[in-house]
């Protein structure tokens, strides 16, 4: 993501606004060093009148000048609220057609609110400060060197010996600091383990001995942490007396010009209050860039997005789509082969139960049917359709823990799209939760992750959805292991009378049961399919 992204998002009217404003506000130093420096020109010869225009002036340039800075603040924010939408809602955008159920939905959450504010407040904030730091050294920097050349270089010359410090002192406080990290780090360590330990450390009474120990590391970091400190007290030192010379020999050479009748002394104030503003911001500028550094791995991995949903054309009702996995091998690496070129017809409406004992890859043949992991021989097709990375819109997916959102039983099951109360009812009704839940039900909420409702009921609230989005395929991966026998039972019926092809991955069944309800049994072993 580079700067020149991130300014096609803002209107051109306002990025004039903003330009207009920081020009205005880099007056400052100028402001404040024209009016002091004209104090001198007031003697006992002056009016009253020529006070109050003094005066008046004076307010109403520092007026515009903080009115300028205000007004640049706000536009700020404007901008920053704009960059913001775009960064988060682009990413936001991305993330919702990329991400799968097997990614980490924190480590996203804490880009968006962590990130993302990092990139606010260390890269875009920084980049107004910056232009407006630019400007200003540039603005005082003209405006001393029209008051007088020499005398204004030399005021600026000078108000860069400062800069030395870090030269002198940057590599000793740089070592100071790594030290007191380490030592940190180290007693840290230290004390962690002492308290994890305590219980092996009473046993055999070695509490004396772990605590001198633990203490030696102590002494040894606030060592180090002293000599950090006082080095850079040492730094404070040099700066401050440097300091000092940087305005009082140019001030000497001032002064001299003026005994000598070449400038007055309005002029030496002039230049000495406005060529603290052209050094100044220069250094701060230097230091923005750095902190801008810090957001470039984050910025990286933004990219321009163009927000366009793709518009998936809606599933026919009447379709009855085939499932049909062709040839199909699989491996995730040379020595884990799971599925050995794998031929199966699966046509509409069938029920099938995938049983096979731990890790012989049933959750790994569900993410190749959904297209999360692609064959590495043969094809996976549905409606003789190649299934592609995007998944198939034909498709439900049912997992063990259901994720609910925090929000009604009717957006549970719309997730936002247009349904009619009654197609939701009718669909509710068929999966048993009317008769449980009431007839209110779907204005019910229930809590961060439904927490509030039992297990069976959040499985048939998946099951209902995937009902309701006309799903012809649904794939259930240990969806009931978790829920007792009764209730079980009950899901099995309900899911074996829908009007589509389910497939379940399941350790636990009943032979007689799968039989009385024609429901295809497969074993998954050694990369095969047998049919029990
Ligand atoms: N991303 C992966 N990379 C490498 N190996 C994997 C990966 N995912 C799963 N495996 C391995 O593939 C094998 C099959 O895993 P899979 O989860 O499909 O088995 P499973 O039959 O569903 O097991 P369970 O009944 O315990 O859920 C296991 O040995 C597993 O360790």
Known sequence: MKLKDNLKWLPKTLIGMII?????????????????????????????????????????????????MVLKEYLKNRALKIMNIHLKRDYIYEQVQISNVKDDASSKVSKIFNDFKLVETDYFTLIFELIGSLLTSVVSAVYILILN?????????????????????????TATAQIWQNDSGRFLSKVTDLFRGIN??????????MYDDTISYLNTEEIAYEKMNNSQVEAMFLTIMLSMISFLLPLG????????????????????????????????????????????????????????????????????????LVNVSFSYGPNKQILK?????????????????????????????QGFLTPTVGDIEIAKKLVSS????????IRQEPYLFDDTIRFNLTLGKTFTDEECLAILQRVGLVAELGPDLLDQTYGENGNSISGGQRQRIEI?????????????????????????????????????????????????????????????????????
């Open 341 to 369: 070129d794998v031929t199966l017809k699966i046509p509409f409406g069938s029920k099938l139960l995938i049983s096979g004992s731990s890790g012989k890859g049933k959750t790994t043949l569900l993410n190749l049917i």
């Open 200 to 209: 092996s450390i009473r046993t055999y009474r070695a509490q004396k001995e």
């Open 20 to 68: 207009v404003a920081m020009v205005v506000a880099s007056f400052d130093g100028v402001a404040l060093s024209m009016i002091i420096s004209n104090v001198t020109k007031f003697n006992q010869h002056s009016t009253n009148k020529e006070v109050f225009i003094y005066i008046s002036l004076s307010i109403l340039g520092m007026f515009l000048v903080y009115l300028a």
């Open 464 to 532: 209902a959805r995937a009902l309701l989005f006309n799903k012809k395929i649904i794939l259930l991966d240990e969806a009931t292991s978790s829920l007792d026998e009764n209730l079980t039972h009950q899901i099995r019926k309900i899911i074996w009378s829908l009007p589509c092809t389910v497939i379940e991955v399941a350790h636990q069944y009943d032979q007689q049961e799968l039989q009385d309800n024609q429901v295809l049994h497969y074993q998954l072993d050694g990369g095969t399919m047998k049919l029990i």
């Open 390 to 397: 995007d998944g198939s819109n034909a498709l439900a997916y």
């Open 253 to 324: 050479a001032g002064l001299f010009f003026v005994a000598n009748g070449y400038i007055s002394a309005a002029v030496v104030i002039g230049i000495f209050l406005a060529s603290d503003r052209v050094v100044g911001p220069l250094r701060s500028s230097s230091q923005y860039l750095n902190q801008m550094k810090t957001t470039e791995n984050i910025r990286k991995d933004l990219r321009e997005q163009v927000i366009q949903f793709k518009d998936e054309a809606p599933l026919d009702p009447n379709a009855e789509p085939e499932l049909d």
């Open 149 to 173: 050349v020499p005398i204004g270089l030399l005021f600026i010359l000078f108000s860069m010996l400062p800069m030395i410090t870090p030269k002198v002192f940057g590599a000793k406080l």
